[in-house]
């Protein structure tokens, strides 16, 4: 506590970032990265980039990454927004489309830097319990509100929820800005970008980090009404003209543009999620369904934090969350196919 602070900063509650080690050794499945390195064509696009042009500034508005992923999305670049790894387009979207009087909806278990993003602005919430199986009931969501924002699929959870019901969601809610944190669709989830066409209240928030393995380079966006997005743009050019870098701009289109590397990579993922589910559940977790590159897992007779301090022993680390309905739970990234492997084994070591 400082004297010198403004007085808002006292009542904040900043997010806690899953552990970055500084030593290499550890298997890290605690923070949802892709096992896999980014696209080479990613790389070489960054490599290329790192020249005497860096005296200048970038491109305020990031249009050639702007123009890969409206191509990827079938998309016109005025429905795209890009920002600073999807968290700070997350922020902009808090505080230009999801400040109102009535509350803003997202469900009990979710991200949790939605109530932190909703103290840093002062925005009113209220949050939704998931049901008894941990999945979101958009029937929950027909209720006064200022907006809606939830991940598909959901964090930490890993459940995803069908088109239709996001359809439902937006019909009975066309007044309010409806937002899907899309960060982990593309391990198997329906993208909802198709529907931007058709309701101008729609937002989909997408991100470089997890399954184009560009965690390192906070490349985010949004794609939506150009309406929407000019909301976006207002803030962006109040906060932070340049939120990309020359790098970040050209490395991210590159990896859109590479979507053969893209797809494989995605798709080991998913095969090692799957036969993770079935070695987890063979040693008495329950194992919720997943759609996202990790999975959400308990166990009748361990508890979870004494489990993640074993495997921690062990040289693995895993999430695990202190806040009700969930402390008895832990996430586990997938890792490569080996990672995998020798997380099973550390698990038969310490449950036997
Ligand atoms: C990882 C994650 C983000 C943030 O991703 P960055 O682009 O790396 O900032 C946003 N939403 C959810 C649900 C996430 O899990």
Known sequence: MSQFWSESV?????????????????TKLNTNENPYPPSPKALAAIQAAADESLKLYPDPNSDILKQSIADYYSLDTAQVFVGNG??????????????HDKPLLFPDITYSFYPVYCGLYDINYKTIPLNDAFAIEVDDYNQENGAIIFPNPNAPTGIGLDLTSIETLLQHNPNSVVVIDEA????????????????????????ISKSRALAGLRVG????????????????????SYPLDRLATLGAAAAMDDKVYFDNICQRIITSRDTLYVDMQALGFHVLPSQANFIFVTHPNHDAKTLALSLRQQGIIVRHFEA?????????????????????????????
């Open 10 to 26: 006292h009542k904040l509650k900043p997010y806690i970032p899953g552990e970055q080690p500084k030593t290499s050794n550890l």
């Open 86 to 99: 999807s968290d700070e387009v997350l922020a902009h979207t808090f505080q230009a489309l999801l400040k």
């Open 184 to 207: 982990y669709i593309d391990f198997g989830g329906k993208s909802a970008v198709p529907l931007i066409h058709q309701y101008s209240n729609l937002l989909v928030v997408q991100t």
């Open 221 to 240: 966006f949004a794609m939506g009404h150009p309406d929407l997005i000019q909301g976006l743009i207002r803030v962006k050019d109040s906060f932070n």
């Open 324 to 352: 009700t309905r969930i402390n008895m739970y832990l996430r586990i990234s997938i890792g490569t196919a080996q990672a995998c492997e020798k997380l099973i084994k550390a698990l038969k070591n310490i449950l036997i």
